[in-house]
Nanobody, 124 residues
């Protein structure tokens, strides 16, 4: 069965950095595009970033462009989200997601598999 397990969340001061990881199992990882989403308390889940199967293409939400970087390692079956210059408004539970094929999706409905999430809290 497919499992996506996020790690790397935590508490950080504004301006700091965190690197999230998402380890995938039970699927042919290199056949899947991967995405990161986040959900803050009282808000809907929102798109953060996505990367295609090879790592050669990516997409970002405007709110994180220039601060966050998505990458993947198809040998380790892991996708990463490097988050720099963090702001209090980045506080949320961060989820990774997988979708079969070569297309990138910013809509959560495009993804078939989801992890349980990891909490990121940015203090001011």
């Amino acid at each position: 069965q497919v499992q996506l397990v996020e790690s790397g969340g935590g508490l950080v001061q504004a301006g700091g950095s965190l690197r999230l990881s998402c380890a995938a199992s039970g699927l042919t990882f290199s056949s899947y595009a991967m995405g990161w989403f986040r959900q803050a308390p009282g808000k809907e889940r929102e798109f953060v970033a996505a990367i295609n199967w090879s790592g050669g293409g990516s997409d970002y939400a405007d709110s994180v462009k220039g601060r966050f970087t998505i990458s993947r390692d198809n040998v380790k079956n892991t996708v990463y989200l490097q988050m720099n210059s963090l702001k209090p408004e980045d506080t949320a539970v961060y989820y990774c997601a997988a979708t079969y094929g070569r297309s990138l999706y910013s809509a959560s409905s495009g993804y078939s598999y989801w992890g349980q999430g990891t909490q990121v809290t940015v203090s001011s």
